[in-house]
């Protein structure tokens, strides 16, 4: 099968392109997240293809006057990679590393856009993700992230917001293996996964930004961590032994506050200042809408919204979050202040932070 991607110079193997190995869940997706500079309005996006399930799905999302409103889409994508559009979601790679333009046509929902987003640094490759279940692979991928500036507009029910100077998030690209589409017929004997214990933090300060992750097991074991400071000019510093620690919010498994120690002279503090972002909004842990399903053989298009009270801990749609944050950064002598996203995803035990159970509120 051959496709536009085969006269480009991208192959890996002696497959053409449209032939991506042979796991079922192998993806290659794009995400972005933006906000205003007073934290008024958030969107988010994302892109994933799925070669070997044959479909392409994108989401939208933004919340405006405390609601979130969603657009989610789908198709089947016959093997075809170049092709950065579902439905009315579509991405230009203007310049590739540098600029990329996020557009969402008008359609029968509530949600418009033109965006551009602006590099402000190369972006950083963060370690590769390789986890297994017993003997079979669960993940094994490769992300890159970078911080940037946007620009242009979106609207909402009609109501046209200009999106110009002070507008930051975060774009990455990442792929490989992942769950994706229908649950596996057979999960491995032991189970499917019951513990995951994910944060990421992009912060965008005045000249320079800052990326801490971490994915821990139950005992509190890091099996990738990575904190890096990247200024404006491309000049990176890796911390391999951050450690972190946790406040929580009464009765949740939401984060009140984070500190980040990266190492004796540099520390990172971030505090949630809302809003809260419901991660369903494009579609990860969505029971309809989730990553790969297959909703036929025509495009589909749907689109929902999510009010503060149903992004609240107790709906299984907002487990998975992002919420905007005011960060700090102390770096010696000096210390800079800007703003963030801290992503949140806490299934089962984690020993050092207190939490137990598959989904028992932190005490």
């Known amino acids: 099968m051959l496709t536009k991607g085969d006269d480009f110079p991208l192959h890996q193997s002696a497959e053409p392109i449209a032939f991506a190995g042979t796991d079922r869940n192998f993806y290659d997706r794009y995400f972005f997240n933006g906000y205003a500079p007073d934290g008024s309005v958030f ?3 994302a892109m994933g293809f799925y070669p070997q399930l044959g479909i392409v799905d994108a989401s939208f999302s933004v919340i405006v006057d405390d609601v979130q409103h969603i657009l989610h889409t ?45 590099r402000r640094h190369v972006p950083i490759l963060e370690p590769r993700f390789t986890r297994r279940n017993g003997t079979r692979l669960f993940m094994d991928y490769t992300r890159m992230t970078q911080n940037g500036h946007w ?48 944060l990421w933090t992009p912060c965008n300060f005045a000249d320079r930004s800052l990326f801490f992750h971490s994915n821990d097991d139950a005992a509190g074991q890091p099996w990738n961590r990575r904190a890096v400071i990247v200024t404006d000019k491309g000049t990176e510093t890796h911390f391999d032994a951050a450690r972190f620690a946790v406040t929580w919010q009464p009765a949740t498994r939401r984060i009140a506050g984070l500190s980040v120690q990266m190492d004796d002279d540099r520390q990172l503090t971030l505090s949630p200042t809302g809003p809260v972002f419901a991660m369903s909004g494009l579609g990860y842990t969505h029971p309809v809408f989730g990553h790969g399903f297959d ?3 025509e495009p ?35 210390s800079d202040v800007g703003i963030g996203v801290l992503e949140q995803l806490f299934v089962g035990p984690h020993a050092p932070s207190g939490l137990t159970g598959l989904m028992d509120p932190a005490a």
Do not use: Y
């Open 74 to 118: 789908s198709r089947r994508s016959s093997g075809e990679r170049l092709d950065l559009s579902v439905g009315p979601v579509a991405i230009s790679i203007d310049a590739p590393l540098e600029t990329l333009t996020l557009s969402i046509a008008p359609n029968d929902g509530l949600l418009a856009a033109e965006l551009r987003f602006d």
């Open 43 to 45: 969107f988010a996006a």
């Open 295 to 297: 909703h036929g053989p």
């Open 151 to 198: 620009s242009g507009w979106l609207a909402v029910g009609g109501q046209r917001i200009e999106v110009t100077d002070g507008w930051s998030g975060t774009r990455d690209r990442s792929w490989g293996i992942r769950p994706v589409g229908a649950s596996e017929p057979q999960p491995p004997a032991g189970g499917n996964f019951s513990q995951f214990f994910w």
């Open 300 to 334: 589909m298009v749907a689109h929902d919204a999510l009010a503060t009270e149903e992004r609240g801990w107790a709906n299984p749609l907002a487990m998975h979050v992002q919420a905007l944050v005011a960060a700090e950064l102390v770096d010696g002598d000096r």
